[in-house]
């Protein structure tokens, strides 16, 4: 382990929580919400348990794969990444279980409200989304260890956050929301991929099958780098394929510097704490490059 231990209970369940990714749970919502708005609707109700239903989601999510990694063995004490709460004897695994339990139990609260406000479709869209992240490595073949994080992240926190948030809002499925949820889910499968590579070696060990473990370091790292480029390429693609929006879909290019810095990092290091920082960035990129393009959105 590479981290000195927690000072308080406080410190703990937020590591468990990890902060760091949680900027993939927000910028979906930001980006569905702003369609809705440059459509003329908003209602802040629904984009309150949206938001909270999505962290909440988020946050289960990783609850439970610090749970299920340390049942397999997969957060063994060679990882290079940070201390988990479980296998770090921080939390006994019964508390994870339990507090991943209340998590996803008031996610679902979230989404019985957006049922009632929005619709059915709602309902089917969040149990979907809290059964990918129990699967996730949870279950009897978790798809985490197959290879298979990357497309269910780009799913759940791409295009069904996107256009489930749309939905909230405007009880319709925009083609725009499908369109620019493309870039949003690539970035959030971008934070994986970087967790993935800065863990591959102990995973592997651990006969946990990633992308990076599956590809090879050097794949992984370009499949990163194209992740990132390409979410460039696919956001104004509304506004080139005619429609509302414009050429304000094109503000997300102000990020580009970093994401070409990002990508040139992970690239050339190994070593945990340079990828522990890149994976950061990532979300921190991420909801820069949704913030903009929200607001991209709205003034088109």
Known sequence: MDAAAPSSPLHIWLMA???RTLPAAVAPVLVGTAIAVQQGIFRPDAFAAALLGSILIQIGTNLANDYSDARRGADAEDRVGPVRVTAGGLVPPRQVLIATYVTFGL???????LVFVAG???????????????????????????GLGEVFVFLFFGLVAVTGSAFAQLEAW?????LL????GLLAAAILVVNNVRDMDSDKRAGKRTLAVRLGRERARTIYGLMLYVSYLVAPLPWLLGGELSFWLLAPWLTL????????????????PTLNHALARTGM????FCLLLSAGVVAS
């Open 285 to 288: 990129l991420q909801l820069a």
């Open 107 to 113: 996610a679902a609260l979230c989404g019985v409200y």
């Open 17 to 19: 929580a990890r902060v």
């Open 120 to 146: 059915i479709e709602l309902l089917i869209l969040g149990v979907l989304s809290i059964a990918a992240g129990v699967l996730y490595t949870g279950g009897p073949k978790p798809y985490g260890y197959e």
């Open 181 to 184: 949820a493309v870039p949003v």
């Open 257 to 272: 510097p970093f994401a070409v810095r990002l990508a040139r990092t992970v690239r050339t290091h190994a070593d945990g």
């Open 174 to 178: 925009p083609r725009d929301a499908f």
